[in-house]
Each structure stands twice: as C-alpha cells, then as structure tokens.
C-alpha cells in the first residue's frame, strides 16, 4: 500500500486526505506543528461562526480511517526533515497553510500600536503562539484595520459586539476579559480601492448590519462609486444594495465606517498608542476599474490603534530549498503545476501554500479536491515499493489522533462550566498536559 | 404548477438549456435505485408507502440517478444519504456553498425563493446559474416530485480567485 504524508492539518490538508482515501487504499499521515488538529478552523473562523466549524465533524469521520495516523506535537524542519519525508513516503503533500501577515513597510508600522489582524484574531482564538501578546483595548477609543476583507470584518465585530454575546461562544475566558474591559467607539475600515472591490462577502457585511447597538456610518459618494463600476455582477451587486441600506439598529454605542480609496503613508504614536495615520488618498488607474494609483493628496485622522488586516502568508520550511523546492517569496507559494511541485516529483503542495492566502473553506475544499485527485494519478504511475513511512521516524513526543480526543474532551468539560460549547487550553504545555 | 404524488418517476427528457451545460443527461447512464446505496451519513426519513417522492439527480459525469426520498427531507441530506458526491461542509447550515445545486428551471419557480442568508452563500458558489439552490436549504414537497437537480462539476482545477466574485 502506497504511503502519503501530509503536512498541516487545516481544510487543505484534511480535504486532500478525504479525497485521496476515498479514491484509493493508501495510508496517510498527518503531521501537525500543534498538539491539536483543524489549522484555521480551530484558530481563524471566529468563534461566533461556529457553523463554519462544522467541516470539522467530516475531518474527525476522515480521521477515523483505519488507513489514517496523525502526529501532532510534531513540525515538519524541525523534529522531522522535509528530506526525511520525501524518503520514506511515495508522496508528499504540504497543506501547512498561512502562518504569518504580510506586513507594510512605511513609516511608523513597526510601532507597538500596530498590530496584525492575524495576531489578533489568534489571540482571541486561543492560538497558542499568540497569547503572549497583550492589547491597549482598555485604553482605545478608536481603531482603524487596514484592509476590508473578511478578517477585518470579523476583527470589527468581536471588537463592536457586546462581549456578553461572545459568552456563549467558545472564545477563550481570558479574550472574553479583555474585551469586557475595552473601551473601544468606533471601528474605522479602510480600503485602498473602492466599495465595489471591497474583499469581504455580503454575510459578513449583512452580519455586521443587523448587530443591535451598532451602527455603519453613511458612505461618502456610494452611488457614484456603484456608478462608476457598472455593470455590477450579481454578488457585486446584492453588497452594494445592502451598503445602500445600511444599518438596522436605532441606536448605537458603538459605531464603524468603510473607508475607500486610502492607504496609509505614516503611523504616529506615543508609548503602546497610536496618535494618527496618514493616509494617501489613491484614485482609479485609467482603463482599470479594479486597480488604483496613489494621487498627491493625503488626510490625516487621529486613532489609538492600527490593525493591519492586509493578508496572510505562507512560509518556507527548513529544508525546502535543499530539496530541490523553489518557494516563491513574494507570493508565499510552493511553486507548482496544478498542486505537483516544481522539480520534486511526489511533492504537492494544497491550500494556501499552493494558491495564496485567500478564499473561504469552499474553495479550499474543492482545490484540495483537485490536488488529492493529482496524488492519486501520480501514484498510479509509481512502482509500489516498500517504504517505511513513519516507522523509522523517532518521534516520541507526537501527539496520537486519540490523545487528541482527550484533549477535545476535557475542552468541552471545562467549558460546561462557563455555559460554552467549549474552553481551549491556550498553551502547548497546558494542551500536553492534559495527557 | 402542481404535480400529483401519483404521477410516475421524471421521464428522462433532454433539456435544451444552456443552464445544464455541466451536466448532460445521459439516459443510457441511468441507474435504479437501490437502498443499499445508503451511507453513513445524512440524516433522511423513510418515505411512507405512497407517498414517496421522486428526484433525479444528474451527477457531474451526466450519470442519471434517480431516488425516493420523504418529504421535509433536505436534497443536500437526501444526496449524502445515496452516496452522491456532495460535500456539504458547513453540515447545512447555510454557512458554505459546497451543496450548489441545480434545480430543473420548471421545478425552480415552484420553489419559494431563497433567503437572503442562502443568496449571500450562492454568491460565493461557483459555476452559479438562474436556477442555483443550496442543497440544504430546498425541503422536498408534494409540488417537487419529480424534480431532476444537476449537481455541479466540484474538481475543476479552480483557483481561489474564481470565488471572489
């Protein structure tokens, strides 16, 4: 039986496991860096959108397969080498995702009042590499994220919901305490472009809407930026209707506006706060409704905290290169031909090592789909020799797919007694003791 | 339109729609229902005696597959539960836009429309048509009896951009 190793246990990996086993006999092994498994959807949906975590029921059936091992506790560079695994299994398929932000390289962005989408949203998420981190919520009135994709939608509405309705969910205690504490009025999303290209989808717009006790600032020249872009497509389209809308509550304690057409040129700060940004203000490339240049002009607001939600990237592994694998920098890609890896037959790369950090778990699913099918005809085309797999690997601190379950069961029993689906252990050291 | 539960399983019929471009329909691929065909998962009702109603599911390879299911049943349930390839990731929740479906356009009016929470996902579905339904928000009913439903090609070598819009 041919053996496959897969590297990363989010939607990529675990969707390119469902497909290959369900298409052929093979034994698969998961490795994971964590004690625990489901990537981002343990650490990036947000905890008040438990039903995008229901995929994870179907990955815990895939994990179920007599033909499926999982370590975790175990990073792939570090405790195992990518050469080793290119040894000892007919393929390999790395899925370990977007681990770090793309950062901005302008004045001021190093401050400590700037921080990465991706830190918070781990932070509140209970990742455990981010919870030394410690926010000025108790001391910020007014925040600006940079970026209007998804994860600045759901930065804005932890941030804007009453955090008594966050109780219920399974954000971790020590998240629920700060923000309890935060003093935070108004969320501000700035775009670079206009309202029409803005990234995020019209449910999370539409969840934001609806929240009671918030409300969206009116958008400057909205019927002239729909104007300008026309014809709208369909899902185009149905955003902008509800832009046009705006919010449905009454009354507001606290409130947010979609910014557009700005990016910003400087940070100015004092201690942990922020003072201001300034903002070059950008305008529509001729010929091009999608992409904008920067213009002369600037406008400067005053904030306490910047959160640069601007996208995730991938990063190389030890070892990569060494084996021959080309990891495109700019992108944060493996590069690669339809999932296969340039120059290292049995390599594939899944998700968003192979396709850049964006899209939701739909699409990651049917990508993987398309790479799990790719693993498989390759591995029609292989001799069937022995190897060894993880047999000769030493790996004596891995974390089995049943130690998980432990781990899983004693989350949801602490959580009963908060009243919530579950509470996280935040810590690797917490996560193994538990064992 | 009204249909009668008694009337006989979909004649197989070719439509002459752009919308069907995916899938063809394929009579020679027709395959009987059979209740061994039942997996694990999906959550479905047996039909009383009489009263089962009738789908047709056309696969992405064109292959014809025609089942019973109970009424109040989901399609996106009823699929699973006939071992269709539909994955169904949010566990139909209305929260993915992996159980796309297509519904025949002479059935898609009897439907009532869908929620504006269902549209936002079918925004984000690929390969959308005019008659696009997510598979877990459509409850069968006397009036869809013999509805045929196309299900979408899921493996195209997609990129993520495609789903942006």
Partial sequence: ?435 | MLRTILKSPAPVRCIQSSLYRGAVFRPAAMRAFSASAIASHGHIHKPKPGEELHITFITKDGEQIKVEAAQGDNLMDIAQAHGLDVEGACGGSCACSTCHMIIDPEYYDEMEEPSDDENDMLDLAFGLTETSRLGCQVKMTPELDGVRVALPAMTRNLQAKDFNR
């Fill in chain 1, 1 to 435: 039986m041919n053996r496959v190793a897969v590297v990363g246990s989010g939607p990529a990996g675990f969707y390119t496991i469902l497909r290959i086993l369900k298409k052929r006999a093979v034994h698969v092994d998961l490795f994971e860096a964590l004690p625990v498994p489901y990537g981002l959807t343990r650490f990036g949906v947000a905890p008040d959108h438990p039903e995008v975590r229901n995929c994870q029921e179907r990955f815990a059936e895939v994990a179920g397969s007599p033909h499926f091992r999982f370590y975790g506790n175990t990073t792939v560079g570090k405790d195992v080498s990518v050469s080793q695994l290119l040894q000892n299994y007919h393929a390999v398929v790395f899925a370990y995702g977007a681990e770090t932000s793309r950062g901005l390289n302008v004045p001021g962005s190093q401050l400590p009042g700037v921080i990465s989408a991706r830190d918070f949203v781990g932070w509140y998420n209970g990742e455990p590499a981010k919870q030394g981190l410690k926010f000025t919520l108790d001391r910020t009135e007014d925040v600006s994220i940079v970026g209007n994709g998804n994860v600045a939608l759901d930065v804005a509405r932890v941030l804007l919901r009453q955090p008594d309705d966050l109780r219920s969910t399974d954000m971790p205690e020590h998240a629920i305490a700060a923000l309890t504490k935060s003093t935070v009025k108004k969320v501000h999303i700035v775009g670079r472009r206009g309202p029409v290209q803005s990234a995020f989808t019209t449910k999370e717009l539409r969840e934001l809407l609806v929240e009671p006790q918030v409300q969206l600032d009116p958008i400057v020249n909205l019927t002239e930026y729909i104007e300008l872009a026309k014809p709208l497509g369909r899902a185009e389209k149905r955003k902008m209707e509800l832009l046009l809308k705006g919010s449905t509550s009454p009354s507001a304690q606290r409130t947010w506006s979609l910014d557009f057409m700005q990016s910003p040129s400087e940070f100015k700060g004092e201690g942990d706060l922020l003072q201001s940004i300034e903002w070059t203000i950008n305008t529509f490339a001729p010929g091009s409704k999608s992409d904008v240049v920067p213009t002369e002009k600037s406008v400067t607001t005053p904030t306490d905290l910047a959160v640069l939600s601007i996208g995730y990237k991938s990063v190389e592994l030890p070892g990569m290169k060494e084996a021959g694998m080309t990891f495109i920098k700019d992108k944060g890609i493996l590069e690669n031909h339809r999932g296969h890896v340039t120059g290292v037959p049995g390599a594939f790369a899944a998700g968003w090592l192979k396709t850049g950090p964006t899209g939701v778990i739909a699409s990651t699913m049917m990508d993987a789909f398309s790479v799990g099918d790719e693993v498989v005809s390759y591995l029609e085309s292989v001799a069937n020799t022995k190897l060894p797999g993880a047999d000769d690997l030493d790996l004596p601190y891995a974390v089995s797919w049943n130690d998980w379950l432990e781990i899983d069961r004693q989350e949801i029993d602490r959580g009963k007694s908060y009243g919530k689906p579950r509470e996280k252990f935040v810590s690797v050291p917490d996560m193994l003791n538990a064992l």
